[in-house]
């Protein structure tokens, strides 16, 4: 889908005052959430045209393809929007299972627990043999 | 947990230049995404210490216990925090089963489908009914 067609429902979304919406990543079979980035207009028509997740990286202020470098892609099943329209789901096929640059499955691997927060998951995959080419 | 206790683990969190985090609201045993919404340091603490959903509304810009109209509040199972530091998971138990201010179970309803936001999700409970003291 190219910026040409019709893109009134980019119109609807409400992008905040940097252009920007949370969007969640959701494992479409296990629900598992596995990660929480931003995407801009064009990070969401990316991700249509791909079928492939990608996100607007904050801190390197560009457009990112999750998986790029890892190889650990995710493959959209669905996407869905609120109520209010300023938040999203990715429910995707996460490949490789292993959604986080730390090497485990989701990025929300701090658990609260008496005051403390506790790495409650295991590295699936040593992040030094994620990212060497 | 008052303020006068350890709060170091509030301190670990990077709130945004608001001051706020995006905190995604999950049923704990369906996994089912029910709602985006923003936490501050006092909506957090609050939220533990209550054992209840509490967030900060940007729209009256106060604290927000989910709920408090409807009696639909979010019972919290367990808190998550992500890699960075700044987007947190609420595992709950919603009661009523609706989270959404539509009457919906879900706030994420608009689903996308072949470049329109269609929307998927029945309303459970009259909103008219549900906002009626």
Known sequence: ???????????????????????VAQDSQSGKILALAWMNRDSLLQT?????????????QRLWQKGETSGHTQEIQ??????????????????????????RQSCFFHHF???????SAPVLINPDEMYKK
């Open 78 to 103: 669905d996407i869905y929007l609120d109520c209010d329209k300023d938040a999203i789901i990715l429910s995707v096929i996460q490949t490789g299972g292993v959604a986080c640059h730390t090497g």
């Open 48 to 60: 249509i045209k791909l079928k492939r997740a990608v996100y607007w990286s904050r801190s390197k």
């Open 1 to 23: 889908m190219s910026e040409q067609e019709n893109t009134a429902w980019l119109d609807e979304i409400k992008w905040n005052a940097d252009g920007l919406v949370p969007a």
């Open 113 to 119: 627990e008496n005051g403390k927060w506790v790495i």
